[in-house]
């Protein structure tokens, strides 16, 4: 079957083009046309549906599900942690409207250069060529497979860029400088080679790495050795960098704490329950006090676990008499003291959301750091290595 010129295609596209443009994330009518000329069904020939049943190129639906605004899983890999294996996804191509936004934030010009982190099915890469020319797009993704996938699928649009299975944390150090660095896995902090290998007004956007909030960092340059950008709170939610094709975690990253030792118990003056609804804000900051949190109400359980790979805290949901709720905490370091800790400060700063937030970064993996309204200020939390 000719999959590049099948039936119904164009209006789909056109429609769900239409229906970005409405939603206001492609404000560039370069960039709308863009999404209504490449064809994505030709990157997604096999997607995994919401139970992880493949949904393939001659099935009713698929031709409807490639052009709603949704993440299309298309990968994943086995993740193992002593509890169980878990099928984790490993590469997608992302939501159109967060790929949209993206490539808005991008603020790219014609002739300027792009490296692209995370090639996955190379429907963004084929956005960018769209766009740019295929000559000055770059792109990396850590699976060989998936690169291979991608160079057919593109080739099939006579769209030939540069493209490599490399890890990406390592930028391409061949092909730089680049003006825009554009990643589309997560990660906690910027790796100094993108630093390295960024023009002088160059730009980087990529989804930052923490839990629950997942929000954007847009890095300008600022020295020959920095970046520094405002946290953009437009919520992304990537899988992560990973440093191996066949693991699907991030460097750090567990799908849980399965550490052992001897518990601490007390209690605790701040209701569980608070840290639930301080939404994403909170999340984000409790994150950056302890880089890898994750937090999860069990009502079933009566109790809110909040873990990072190496600490556990579990908290009685209810209250006991005396007003205070029940702390079980475990691991290398007291969790809940560090939540509670940065809950108090949250709240005592008229609790910031992303849009306070900001990151400098230098190009080592100790020079980093979050800062809450100026990089000067008083606030500042040094960032975690990414994967
Ligand atoms: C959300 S998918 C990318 C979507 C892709 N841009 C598209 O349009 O299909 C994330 C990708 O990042 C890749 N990835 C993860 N860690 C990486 C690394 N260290 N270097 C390069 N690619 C990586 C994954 O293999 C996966 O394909």
Redesign the pocket.
Known sequence: MDTVAIAGWETRAAALTAELVAAGVLPDPEWSRAFREVPRHV?VPRILGDDRTPVQVDEAGWLDLVYADETLLT?TIAAGDGLGRHEMP?????RPRV?ATMLDRLNVQHGQKVL??????????ALLSHHLGAENVYS????PS?VDGARDHLARLGQHPQLAA????DGWAKHAPFNRILA??AVTCIPPAWIDQLTGAGRIVAPLDAGEAGPLLVMDKTAPDEVTGRIDPYPAH??????R?DDPLGQGQTTGFTGTGVPHYGTTGLDPALLTEGGTDLALFLWLHAPGLRIARADELGRLYVNTAAALAEVELAAGEDGTWLVKQRGAFRLWDIVEHGYATWTALDRPGPGRLGITALNSVDGQFAWLDDPDGAHSWPLAPT?
Do not use: H, W
């Open positions: 990157f990968q490993s590469s997608s191509s992302s790929m692209e982190i995370g090639t996955g099915t190379g429907y963004n890469t990396v993704d850590i699976d998936l490399a890890d990406g944390a589309t896995c990537f899988m992560p960098l990973r440093d094709a994967g």
